[in-house]
């Protein structure tokens, strides 16, 4: 288990574990519309990285119904480097997680799915609007979770983007 002394302030308070945490449980209510059985959880470690930099998601296609590797040909440069990135997000990955699993606000199914728990937190806080960031955030996090639940699979994401999970 992490704790937040494994990251440095600056980061706690960028990408701290109620922020990220959040933007998930945002990107997994988009998914579970179309795929039920809930986001297998390898894919918040792609969702998080892609939609916390605004170089990548400035180039999101304007619709859902645009294949991956289409949108991934065509924006090969935005994302050359980003699995390194996303590498380095993991430990703020698993902070969100663990943050949305401590709180029952997610499951991990047994096969390893994110399926929703109980919870009535609002779907567009106000203090989303005050910030620009947070907003765009919000979107994107809202727009991957309906993009990817139209994936054939985890492991189609995976191999277009070119990441080894």
Known sequence: MLVKTDLSEEELGLYNPAFV?????????????TKPG???CALSFLVVPMCLNRSITKTLPKTYKTPIGVWMSS????????????????PIVNM????L???DL???NSEGCAVLG??????????????????????AF????????????????????????
């Not at 945490?21 to 519309?33: S, Y």
């Not at 993009?147 to 999970?165: C, D, K, N, Y």
Request: glycine content about 8%; some cysteine; proline content about 3%.
């Open 21 to 33: 945490g959040f933007l998930l449980l945002a990107c997994l209510r988009e998914f579970v519309v």
């Open 38 to 40: 809930g986001m297998h």
């Open 75 to 90: 924006n090969e440069g935005v994302l050359s480097g980003f699995a390194n990135q996303a590498e380095a997000f993991i």
């Open 96 to 99: 969100g997680l663990l943050f």
């Open 101 to 103: 699993m401590e709180r």
């Open 106 to 108: 997610i499951v991990i």
């Open 118 to 139: 109980e919870n009535d937190i609002a779907k567009n806080p106000a203090l989303f609007n005050k910030s620009s960031y947070m907003n765009e955030a919000l979107k």
């Open 142 to 165: 809202k727009f991957i979770g309906k993009w990817f639940s139209h994936a054939p699979s985890t492991e189609t994401v995976f191999a277009q983007l070119g990441i080894r999970p």
